[in-house]
Structures are given as structure tokens and as C-alpha cells.
């Protein structure tokens, strides 16, 4: 597969999955950052108002009324981040169908490439925590991790 890219191919492929990567990147970090910070900003008011309804009638003293702080603030970041998680998922996926996917069906026409050999070029180039590679669906061989390290290496 790697024979039918030509000299240049190889980088220009590169460079454009690393730009296509970082703007996957950019739009799920954006999402996620404003939804742990609106999250937490919004999630902190009935935590303490509870705990300060609780402690100014008298059903919990101050030491309580600061462990119940403490214990409903940790389970707020764990809720949060949960939704900012998931806030992460949904922009990159629409980014991904907005922008990305337009952007590859571009550049398969210029380039030559089925859109098979560009998902296993690229399954096999990028990192597993690289977030187009999720997009990606490469040939069945391909998945099998021996098969990928034979590939990188022949590559």
C-alpha cells in the first residue's frame, strides 16, 4: 500500500493527519474546558447552599458541615468531568463531520487515494490516543498488532 504514495506523499500525508489531529484536539479541549468550568461554577451553589442549610439548622456541626464540603465537592469534579468527557466526545465528533471528513474527501480526490488506504496509512502512523484515529477504519488485517509494527517498520 505504501508503494502506490509517491515521494512526496509520504510527509504531505504527515503533515495533513497532524493538522486534521490538531484540530480534532483543539475543538474537544475547548468543549471539554467549558463544560468542567460552567459545571463547576454552577455545581458549587447547592453543595454549599445544602451544607449551609444543614449547619445553620442545626443538624450538623462544623466539623460535619466541612467533611459534607469537602465529600459533595469531590463528587462534584467526578460528575463534572464525566460531562466535560463527554462534552469532549460530541464536539470532536462534530468537528470531525463538519470540517474533517470534508477535508479528507478533498484531499483523496488530489491525491489519488481510496479512502481504505488512507484510514490504513494513517491507523498505522498515528499514536493510539491521537484523536482522528478514531475515525478511522483500516483494513481488517491491519488491526492485528503485528501486523502494525510490521507495517511502521516497513514504512
Not at 470532536?92 to 474527501?105: A, G
Amino acid at each position: 500500500m505504501a508503494e502506490s504514495l509517491n515521494s512526496n506523499q509520504p510527509v504531505e500525508l504527515d503533515q495533513f493527519a497532524d493538522e486534521l489531529n490538531e484540530e480534532l484536539r483543539a475543538a474537544g479541549s475547548v468543549a471539554a474546558e467549558q463544560a468542567f468550568s460552567v459545571g463547576c461554577g454552577v455545581g458549587i451553589i447547592p453543595v454549599g447552599l445544602v451544607v449551609f442549610l444543614l449547619y445553620i439548622s442545626g443538624v450538623v456541626k462544623l466539623i460535619l458541615a466541612l467533611f459534607l464540603v469537602l465529600l459533595g465537592v469531590v463528587a462534584l469534579i467526578a460528575v463534572v468531568a464525566l460531562l466535560a468527557s463527554q462534552a469532549r466526545d460530541r464536539a470532536t465528533r462534530r468537528v470531525y463531520h463538519e470540517s474533517v471528513e470534508p477535508q479528507i474527501e478533498a484531499y483523496l480526490s488530489n491525491s489519488g487515494l481510496s479512502r481504505i488506504e488512507f484510514d490504513t496509512l494513517l491507523f498505522v502512523k498515528l499514536s493510539d490516543r491521537a484523536p482522528l484515529r478514531a475515525f478511522l477504519t483500516p483494513e481488517p488485517a491491519i488491526i492485528d498488532e503485528d501486523s502494525i509494527e510490521k507495517i511502521a517498520q516497513e514504512n
